[in-house]
């Protein structure tokens, strides 16, 4: 049932509305308006330094969901990231107490992460094997391998050197929020404008589509594994920095909160579909409750659940759009 | 066209639809529709995509219930609120996507949900299978088992058995929605003898479909839809197929088959031997600048497979393949499209269109190439080659970045046919290209086939309808069981003729190879 009228591909007025009620600027309007909710009843909540915490304990995050965004964009889905960060966060800093080069110890994190997510990625493309099952193997071998070769001990005396998040810009950017931003308009662009950022959407909308045309579903597939264990490994070090030790654990599903900052930022979970600009702007939306709700007195722990409503909510409305599309 | 010839109804109607009227956000489906079919009678409902014939038939089948209006059956007021309410009342319907448990049997295929019951609610299995046996034989079906495993049979024979479901809840009201799309001519035949042992036993039956020689062979009434509206509901002995296409678009359609004889140039594909088991087995054949080949031939038999394979989805096994004369080795679809071979696939949902996608994606995808420097596309490029397709396909869309899955079915076809067009191909493999979609777009469609041969395009046709086959090609070749088994001129090839060949008539095929 189509009422298509031939019209003439220019300015149409409705296309400001759309950009409007985009997921994007839903999410950023929550962002603000959050901002200023909680603001009005603590003014606390407001103060550079708490809004400042809040970005830079949570940046990785973001970061880590960049990739993710790719990942679930593509058609899969990765539920290893969060050992992952946990391993490369403890390889960088065995690195870098044991007096290798700072610069190796950080790069060793990005080299290290790469080659997980590449092998993974070769396994679901070439092998045809589905993305949860080989990530849910991956995620057991690593959080496993951790506890075992670390014994559970924290990494101490880390030198000053390796500090990333320490470094901050004009004496008011910390690093980690810098990364955080530039990485997401990085690969805005890069998925925006380029022909592979295009494969990426071609596979996840339409595996078999995206083949006939000549695009390589397996080779597609490898390359957004492989950035986005690039990205897991900035995330890693970003998480490894913060503090003066590295724990041996990353917080408890720390996947899970990862894939709720895609999903929450109208990436599809069925492929083919959202931005990391969404998913940045999810996981600063995210992070932001979490403090919030310290600020209204309520538990933090209520952030689980929360995240919970955001992902329903978030998912209802999207099967709900697709199903008005299919029955348009 | 005066007034309808209405009240010449055969004898009482079993199913009326009074007058109705439905609309969904933004779009008015139907309005005031009314609608009639009479025991032991086959109406035709008839309408380009999007004229409301699902939207009536999903009403009657009790999917949605009306915005206003009245559904009769048997002369008493119905409330068809649910698909259980229009089950009782004896209506059936059979989707165009058949609706059945691959891994089941025939026999609990057509039991689900009212099996017969012996004691303590257990299933009935003997009396399950007798029934099946009987109702089987009712339709003289003797090539169908109660005991096969649904998966494994064809589409023809998958159709019968939702067509023995139906039957097995007494259903006096059939409606058939596009039954023929998936099919043969020789299940379309046998799909036919059911229909008419049907319609004698005083089943009345709603049958849609876009194709029009179909309506003439079956049909008593052919009620014409468009925009929503009744148009006219006429005797199927007193009109034409050119009445009723100028019914359905409002408009006079020059033909139906718009063929234009263009100068025929240098072989531009050859194909010599080629191997690939199954479906595959010493394939010949020849495709020249400016020609238009049509491949025939029954579901199963291989053409679709032949053109995977000059296509590089599944490699040869051997044989050659050459290309402006030049020998070539085709591994993949990317080293196809760069030797200038485009290919439409047969499921354009599936196969064809990234459907979340905008109308500007998808134009380009299989020429990002062409619009993309150092890996970045550029913008405008991209706008004005999308912009150039949606021109010269006559694609309607609101704009270039409409996403394309929200558009009708014949506008995604184009948008695939479009696509590859974009990169500038010398050979265009076209599989069904008009499957399921309106009469209006498939003249459109075959417009530009003519207009593309004329520019020099060898074109390579597979197709399951003969008139389209018969209608649009230069040469036509007819493959069976993996084989080309015959050749005919254009002048030679008949629907007698090419249709034996396809079933295997020996003294066609011989005198024709």
Redesign the interface.
Known sequence: ???????G?GA?PR?RLKVLASQEALLAIAVIGLAIAVGLYNPRFLAVRNLSDVLLGNAYIAVAAVGMSMVIVSGNIDISVGALIGVLATISGTLAVNGAPIVVAWLAALVAGVAVMALQGVIIAYLRIPAIVVTLGMLSILKGGLISVTGGKWITDLPDSFHLADIEFFGMLPFPVFLMILVTILAALWMR????G??I??VG??A?????????QPRTVVMVFALHGLFAGAAALLYATQLRVIQSTVPPNLELTIITASVVGGV?ILG??GTVVGSTLAAVLIAEIASALVFIDVSPYWIRAVQGVLILVTVIADILRRRR???? | MTTDPHSKTPTTSLLSVRAVEKAFPGVRALSGVSFDVAEGEVHALLGENGAGKSTLIKIISGVFPPDRGEVLVDGKLVDLARPDDARRAGIATIYQELLLFPELTVAENIFMGHAPRAGLGRIDWRAMHEKTNALLASLEIHDLQADRVVGSLSVGNRQRVEILRALSQDARILIMDEPTAALTEYDVTRLFDIVRKLRARGVAVIYISHRLDEIFAIADRVTVLRDGAHVATRRVAETDAAGLVQLMVGRRLESLFPKVTVPIGKPVLEVKDLERRPLTRSVSLTVRAGEIVGLAGLVGSGRSELAQTIFGVTPAEGGEIRIDGQKVDIRSPAQARSLGVAYVPEDRGTQGLVRPMTVRENFSLAALGKVAFGGFIDRGAERRLAGDGVKRFAVKTSSLEQIAGKLSGGNQQKIVLGKWLANGPKLLILDEPTRGIDVGAKAEIHRLMGELAAQGLAILMISSELPEVLGMSDRVLVMREGRIVAEFSREEATQESVGAAMMGSHQNAEQAA
């Open positions: 049932m189509t009422a298509l009228t031939l019209a591909a149409d296309r404008y380029s022909a592979s295009r494969a959407y071609a909308g339409n078999e589509a995206a083949r006939l045309c000549g695009i390589s599809s083919g579909v599309m299919a029955g348009a």
